[in-house]
Nanobody, 124 residues
Framework: QVQLVESGGGLVQAGGSLRLSCAASGRSLSSYAMGWFRQAPGKEREFVATMSRSGGSTYYAESAKGRFTISRDNAKNMVYLQMNSLKPEDTAVYYC?????????????????WGQGTQVTVSS
């Protein structure tokens, strides 16, 4: 069984940066594609960023392009989401997820394991 634990969320002013971390245990991250999703109050969970198993392919939501960067460190079994130029509309609970497949994916139903989430709040 895989367990994921996110950290790094918090309160930041608009224009600021945060780096979210996701620590995996139970399995090697190198066997999975990775993704970050978020859910704002009253809204559905939405895709943010994904990375293929090899790390050679990444894909971002339009809202994240140019501001967010997904990365992974398989040796440390960690996944990261660097978020720059944050906006109030980025406020949400952010979740990391693993998909037991090679390719990256923006579809939450393709993910097999989820963390508990970390709150990101961006003030204006």
């Amino acid at each position: 069984q895989v367990q994921l634990v996110e950290s790094g969320g918090g309160l930041v002013q608009a224009g600021g940066s945060l780096r979210l971390s996701c620590a995996a245990s139970g399995r090697s991250l190198s066997s999975y594609a990775m993704g970050w999703f978020r859910q704002a109050p009253g809204k559905e969970r939405e895709f943010v960023a994904t990375m293929s198993r090899s790390g050679g392919s990444t894909y971002y939501a339009e809202s994240a392009k140019g501001r967010f960067t997904i990365s992974r460190d398989n040796a440390k079994n960690m996944v990261y989401l660097q978020m720059n130029s944050l906006k109030p509309e980025d406020t949400a609970v952010y979740y990391c997820a693993l998909a037991n497949q090679y390719g990256s994916s923006s579809y939450f139903h393709e993910y097999d394991y989820w963390g508990q989430g970390t709150q990101v709040t961006v003030s204006s």
